[in-house]
Antibody, heavy 114, light 108 residues
Framework: QVQLQESGPRLLKPSETLSLTCSVSGYSIRSGYFWGWIRQPPGKGLEWIGSIYHSGSTHYNPSLESRVTISVDTSKNQFSLKLSSVTAADTAVYYC???????WGQGTLVTVSS | SSELTQDPAVSVALGQTVRITCQGDSLRSYYTNWHQQKPGQAPVLVIYGKDNRPSGIPDRFSGSSSGNTATLTITGAQAEDEADYYCNSRDSSGNLRVFGGGTKLTVL
């Protein structure tokens, strides 16, 4: 069974950089699929942030592209998200998922507050 | 276009059939996935591809598509089906993913 787990700081100040890591178990990232990040502000809908292939090829949501970097570490079977210059509008539950969206992490709430 | 449009809310009487729709230009070219999300939980994939259900999803869930509209049908809705439902697909380039705004389903 494929399992994903997000980890990283949950409280940030405005202008800081959000950094999250998704650890994958039960499946090797090298075996295929894109791996993605999705977020959900409190009380709102899902927003796709971007995704990465094991080769390092990435796709990003144009609305976030200037601030987003997704990277992969196949040796650790992990992929990571960095979102720079955060504001209160970036407060959300952040999910990682295999990009067929058949397997999701449990999500982690990241709050941006001064 | 990279937008997918859903009705914000739909209701259905217990045991009746409900259809939840998703509209977008890219749906003419790409399949739609459907996700169920209950409060405080991660989304769960209920329909993928043309009309496929992951293991463990009841067969009362089905999917269809015509033109720029995809439809999730729940035949004989149960109380436990009350949730938010999100469609997702690709944008017109095929490289980017996009989610609909979500539909809140109430089972009366």
């Amino acid at each position: 069974q494929v399992q994903l787990q997000e980890s990283g700081p949950r409280l940030l100040k405005p202008s800081e950089t959000l950094s999250l890591t998704c650890s994958v178990s039960g499946y090797s990232i090298r075996s295929g699929y894109f791996w993605g990040w999705i977020r959900q502000p409190p009380g709102k809908g899902l927003e796709w942030i971007g995704s990465i292939y094991h080769s390092g090829s990435t796709h990003y949501n144009p609305s976030l592209e200037s601030r987003v970097t997704i990277s992969v570490d196949t040796s650790k079977n992990q992929f990571s998200l960095k979102l720079s210059s955060v504001t209160a509008a970036d407060t959300a539950v952040y999910y990682c998922a295999r990009e067929e969206f058949d397997f999701w992490g449990q999500g982690t709430l990241v709050t941006v507050s001064s | 276009s990279s937008e997918l449009t859903q009705d914000p809310a739909v209701s259905v009487a217990l045991g009746q059939t409900v259809r939840i729709t998703c509209q977008g230009d890219s749906l003419r070219s790409y399949y739609t996935n459907w996700h169920q999300q209950k409060p405080g939980q991660a989304p769960v994939l209920v329909i993928y591809g043309k009309d496929n259900r992951p293991s463990g999803i009841p067969d009362r869930f089905s999917g269809s598509s015509s033109g720029n509209t995809a439809t999730l049908t729940i035949t004989g809705a149960q109380a436990e089906d009350e949730a938010d439902y999100y469609c997702n697909s690709r944008d017109s380039s095929g490289n980017l993913r996009v989610f609909g705004g979500g539909t809140k389903l109430t089972v009366l």
